[in-house]
T-cell receptor
Framework: QKEVEQNSGPLSVPEGAIASLNCTYS??????FFWYRQYSGKSPELIMS????GDKEDGRFTAQLNKASQYVSLLIRDSQPSDSATYLC??????????FGQGTRLTINP | GAGVSQTPSNKVTEKGKYVELRCDPI?????LYWYRQSLGQGPEFLIY????????DSGLPNDRFFAVRPEGSVSTLKIQRTERGDSAVYLC???????????FGPGTRLTVL
């Protein structure tokens, strides 16, 4: 079992709709969770961090964490073509290192 | 302010050669990380520095890989006797303190022919 699992996609969503990206992790003791966006040929860009159960909203982005189910998700409201990218879920292991999922490729269709 | 910078942006080398990849973290960031990303995969951890010392090098794949950060700022990842399997994008990240959010540089794309 991989430490962090994501559906590789591609996930195709019409413009203006809600995109929902999911991630599960295996280490029940994990405390810190991150979503990175990566455009093709570019490096990962941090868009959300979440540490407590529940929802955290930042603009059109909402991160959701459920530690009991070992599940973290990212919702993108009012999806735009510029949101088309690969979204990487990362879980902090130990004090420092990030363990990444393989990423979900998201395409927003105009 | 300036983000993490990495040089070179691209490096093409021949099998068996030695390469050095450089990372300049965000000013004031004490923690520095190296990751490696292969096509279609998420980044994989290589090594973490807190200040000048390598606090965790558990991700280095073998003894051909070595990294230094002699003055607690710029770091160099060194790869000896490169192999074709070393081809990947090498990413550097920094964070303002131990345990903080990590911010990535643009990466160095290494191609070993």
């Amino acid at each position: 079992q991989k430490e962090v699992e994501q559906n590789s996609g591609p996930l195709s969503v019409p413009e203006g709709a809600i995109a929902s990206l999911n991630c599960t992790y295996s280490d029940r003791g994990s405390q810190s969770f991150f979503w990175y966006r990566q455009y093709s040929g570019k490096s990962p860009e941090l868009i959300m961090s979440i540490y407590s159960n529940g929802d955290k909203e930042d603009g059109r982005f909402t991160a959701q964490l459920n530690k009991a189910s070992q599940y973290v998700s990212l919702l993108i409201r009012d999806s735009q073509p510029s949101d088309s990218a690969t979204y990487l879920c990362a879980v902090k292991k130990g004090a420092q290192k990030l363990v990444f999922g393989q990423g979900t490729r998201l395409t927003i269709n105009p | 302010g300036a983000g993490v910078s990495q040089t070179p942006s691209n490096k093409v080398t021949e099998k068996g050669k030695y390469v050095e990849l450089r990372c300049d973290p965000i000013s004031g960031h004490t923690a520095l990380y190296w990751y490696r990303q292969s096509l279609g995969q998420g980044p994989e951890f290589l090594i973490y520095f807190q200040g000048t010392g390598a606090a965790d090098d558990s991700g280095l794949p073998n003894d051909r890989f070595f990294a230094v950060r002699p003055e607690g700022s710029v770091s160099t990842l060194k790869i000896q006797r490169t192999e074709r399997g070393d081809s990947a994008v090498y990413l550097c990240a920094s964070s303002p303190n131990r345990g903080g959010e990590q911010f990535f540089g643009p990466g160095t794309r290494l191609t070993v022919l």
